[in-house]
């Protein structure tokens, strides 16, 4: 695979302009002229999309940051749909944006589905906002990528693909070897011949295998594979190709050939599959048993080690524990380490934990779904180490009481998230309070979703939100409320500067 072709030469000018300055007012959207595939021809070694979305691609490309809200608001105006844009905006981040490290800029293309989620769960007049703030991302990630040397998507090297009888075993081969070339033909490959079922289930194991780049390698799985239940299989390949060389990512030598402390985690669980019990599944439905089962884990997952973490989650299931109890546990520890140490990497113990649960939801295989539990709950021990969080310093997630806001219906939700900007644990105690005297979360989710829009300034704000308001969803009665409290710790409050983007598109409208 060749990672790296010239670009057009006014993407280089265009790189220079300010983040915002002169993106115009939006009012003017339908006197702008439209930019058609024929003004310029493609280059033949970069990686080329269907007939129906090159057109896009290439004008979120080649538009400078300045005009490109314009452009993309003419084209809606003139009938481009939400799904185009949407498959336009990822791909064009695939081709443009080199995916190592799994991170920084490469966060252009990993916020997309969480801004397709809060464009979901959003009201109808809302949902554009995420999706316009992802194509401003795009452009800043796509300058980026131009200084650090202008990466570009390749073209697959047709001549080198395995045979479709063995692609898959290709795939499993050159990824073992942590082999780049084979590894992107037999990507190709697969997608052309494979069940997508059978795709998803080998990226679920390599993207979870290795504890690199806190995370985002499952991230980049889970969100990449469900923008892709939106957008299209059609669009399958060169993502999927963008994300096995993701998953490829690594420091020093091969890892294939030392014993790195990322990868031991997968090689000692994949030993201890089979001391998980058939039926495993399906679970105890004794609700006392499986509460305090998740009280253990959680205490495993607070001051044990990752191998400690490990063998509890096998010992609880031997005992009949239910796979969710102990996802339960996974989830409040990743609050947990967000409200005793908040920064980046205790925020991805959040948004990873969310990517593994999705791939374990939606994993086919037997195996596959066991090491994914195991894999998130070592997970939190990790990220408790890279952190530095210290077990007994800050507040316990299930532990911390909760206090009744002042203010009443609309107006407590509004005191909550004031008190997001003066202090966080005041606000997750009345977050906590509220919820236990409402009928429902909805409230605080839709203020969160739009703080996020009027205030979020990076595609952590997007990433965490989505994941957390997601997995409020999946928990069960007993922890989600606590979960959904210590969110407050990276959400944004009112008190902050709404964001330049959002104040243009209300000025314009």
């Known amino acids: 695979m060749n990672p790296v072709l010239p670009r057009r030469s006014f993407i280089r000018s265009a790189a220079t302009a300010g983040a915002l300055a002169g993106l115009g007012d939006l009012g003017f959207l339908g006197g702008l002229p439209s930019i058609s595939a024929a003004e310029a021809k493609p280059d033949p070694r970069a990686v080329q999309f269907t007939?129906?979305?090159?057109?896009?691609?290439?004008?979120?490309?080649?538009?400078?940051?300045?005009?490109?809200?314009?452009?993309?608001?003419?084209?809606?105006?003139?009938?481009?749909?939400?799904?185009?844009?949407?498959?336009?905006?990822?791909?064009?981040g695939v081709r443009n944006i080199q995916p190592r490290p799994v991170g920084f800029k490469f966060h252009a293309v990993l916020v997309v589905n969480s801004a397709h989620l809060a464009s979901q769960n959003s009201p109808a007049a809302d949902r554009w906002l995420p999706i316009f703030w992802a194509l401003d991302q795009f452009k800043n990630s796509q300058a980026r990528d131009v200084r650090e040397?202008?990466?570009?998507?390749?073209?697959?090297?047709?001549?080198?693909?395995?045979?479709?009888?063995?692609?898959?075993?290709?795939?499993?081969?050159?990824?073992?070897?942590?082999?780049?070339?084979?590894?992107?033909?037999?990507?190709?490959?697969?997608?052309?011949?494979?069940?997508?079922?059978?795709?998803?289930?080998?990226?679920?194991?390599?993207?979870?295998?290795?504890y690199r780049d806190l995370g985002h390698k499952a991230i980049y799985v889970a969100n990449s594979w469900r923008t892709l239940q939106t957008i299209g299989w059609q669009h399958a390949e060169p993502v999927l190709r963008s994300l096995a060389y993701a998953m490829l990512d690594h420091e020093g030598g091969n890892p294939a050939e030392r014993d790195a402390e990322a990868d031991r985690p997968a090689r000692r669980h994949r030993e201890l599959l089979v001391k998980i019990p058939a039926g495993w599944q399906d679970g105890n439905a004794d609700a006392r048993a499986n509460a305090d089962a998740t009280t253990v884990m959680l205490r495993t997952l607070r001051e044990g080690s990752w191998e400690n973490a490990g063998d509890a989650v096998i010992a609880l299931l031997?005992?009949?524990?239910?796979?969710?109890?102990?996802?339960?546990?996974?989830?409040?520890?990743?609050?947990?380490?967000?409200?005793?140490?908040?920064?980046?990497?205790?925020?991805?113990?959040?948004?990873?934990?969310?990517?593994?649960?999705?791939?374990?939801?939606?994993?086919?295989?037997?195996?596959?779904?066991?090491?994914?539990?195991?894999?998130?709950?070592?997970?939190?021990?990790?990220?408790?180490?890279?952190?530095?969080?210290?077990?007994?310093?800050?507040?316990?997630?299930?532990?911390?009481?909760?206090?009744?806001?002042?203010?009443?219906?609309?107006?407590?939700?509004?005191?909550?998230?004031?008190?997001?900007?003066?202090?966080?644990?005041?606000?997750?105690?009345?977050?906590?309070?509220?919820?236990?005297?409402?009928?429902?979360?909805?409230?605080?989710?839709?203020?969160?979703?739009?703080?996020?829009?009027?205030?979020?300034?990076?595609?952590?704000?997007?990433?965490?939100?989505?994941?957390?308001?997601?997995?409020?969803?999946?928990?069960?009665?007993?922890?989600?409320?606590?979960?959904?409290?210590?969110?407050?710790?990276?959400?944004?409050?009112?008190?902050?500067?709404?964001?330049?983007?959002?104040?243009?598109?209300?000025?314009?409208?």
């Open 318 to 509: 031997n005992r009949g524990v239910a796979p969710a109890s102990l996802w339960d546990a996974i989830f409040s520890g990743a609050g947990e380490l967000l409200m005793r140490k908040p920064g980046i990497a205790t925020l991805h113990a959040v948004t990873a934990t969310n990517a593994l649960h999705y791939a374990f939801q939606h994993a086919t295989r037997d195996e596959t779904r066991r090491l994914l539990l195991l894999q998130g709950a070592a997970f939190i021990p990790l990220f408790r180490a890279t952190a530095g969080v210290n077990p007994r310093q800050g507040v316990a997630i299930d532990e911390f009481e909760a206090v009744a806001p002042a203010a009443t219906g609309a107006d407590a939700v509004a005191e909550i998230f004031a008190d997001v900007s003066r202090d966080k644990l005041l606000a997750a105690r009345k977050t906590l309070g509220w919820l236990a005297g409402t009928a429902g979360a909805q409230p605080f989710i839709a203020a969160a979703q739009r703080m996020i829009y009027l205030k979020g300034t990076d595609s952590h704000d997007y990433k965490f939100s989505s994941a957390a308001i997601e997995d409020y969803r999946h928990l069960s009665p007993r922890v989600r409320d606590r979960f959904l409290a210590a969110s407050v710790f990276w959400l944004k409050g009112s008190g902050a500067a709404d964001n330049a983007l959002v104040a243009r598109s209300r000025a314009a409208l």
């Open 51 to 92: 007939p129906e979305i090159e057109p896009l691609v290439r004008l979120l490309e080649d538009t400078p940051r300045a005009r490109l809200l314009e452009e993309v608001g003419a084209r809606i105006k003139r009938g481009t749909t939400y799904r185009e844009v949407l498959a336009a905006l990822l791909l064009a």
């Open 149 to 210: 040397g202008d990466w570009t998507l390749a073209a697959v090297d047709e001549a080198a693909l395995p045979a479709p009888e063995r692609a898959g075993a290709a795939f499993t081969a050159a990824m073992d070897r942590w082999d780049p070339a084979a590894t992107d033909t037999a990507t190709a490959a697969l997608v052309r011949t494979a069940p997508p079922a059978e795709i998803f289930d080998l990226l679920c194991r390599y993207g979870a295998r290795d």
